[in-house]
Structures are given as C-alpha cells and as structure tokens.
C-alpha cells in the first residue's frame, strides 16, 4: 500500500503562484508515474501533469508554460509549482500514484483563485 499526502493548497489572486507537495510512503516501487489531478466544482477530475520517475513530464495544454512539476525520488515527493494562476484554476487538487504494483490517491488540497 502506498499513502500520499498533499500540502500547499490555499488562497491567492490571480496572478499569484503556489507550490504544492505530495509526499508518498509506503510500498513504493521505484518505477513510478506521479501525478497531479484536479477537479473543479460540477466538473470531472481531469490531469493536470504527471511526471515519471526518470523525469520526463506531460501536462494538460491548459497549464502549459505556468505550471511546472518536479520529483525527488529520494524524498518520494512529487511538487506541482504554480505561477500566474488564474481563477479557472481553482480546484482541488489530488496527488496520483501508479505503478505496475497498484495505484493510490491522496486526499486532495483545495486551491483557490481569486480574481
């Protein structure tokens, strides 16, 4: 089993920036897929970026050139860094772990932009 906890959420203006982090523990295996999902209100859960754990990334075009995500396999934290947030970004946002061993989710932290 693997267990994830997220931190960084909060309130900011458009414009701003904020850092979330997923730490995992647990039964990690070292070939992973971490990723940062998010669901706004009425609205279906979609992908925000993921990240391998050989580094490479993809993110929703949406998010493109302002979000940026980042892993340190030692710590087994995963980082979503946000910049110029918009009010379509608010949500909450859920760290996703995969594996050929399982998945897991954590249990979301609210973002929210003011305009």
């Known amino acids: 089993q693997v267990q994830l906890v997220e931190s960084g959420g909060g309130l900011v203006q458009a414009g701003g920036s904020l850092r979330l982090s997923c730490a995992a523990s647990?039964?990690?295996?070292?070939?992973?897929?971490m990723a940062w999902y998010r669901q706004a209100p009425g609205k279906q859960r979609e992908l925000v970026a993921a990240?391998?754990?050989?580094?490479?990334?993809n993110y929703a075009d949406s998010v493109k050139g302002r979000f940026t995500a980042s892993r340190d396999n030692v710590k087994n934290t995963v980082y979503l860094q946000m910049n110029s947030l918009k009010p379509e970004d608010t949500g909450v946002y859920y760290c996703?772990?995969?594996?050929?061993?399982?998945?897991?989710w954590g249990q979301g932290t609210q973002v929210t932009v003011s305009s």
């Open positions: 990240i391998t754990s050989g580094g490479s990334t």
């Open positions: 996703y772990y995969k594996s050929p061993l399982g998945t897991a």
């Open positions: 647990g039964s990690i295996f070292s070939i992973n897929t």
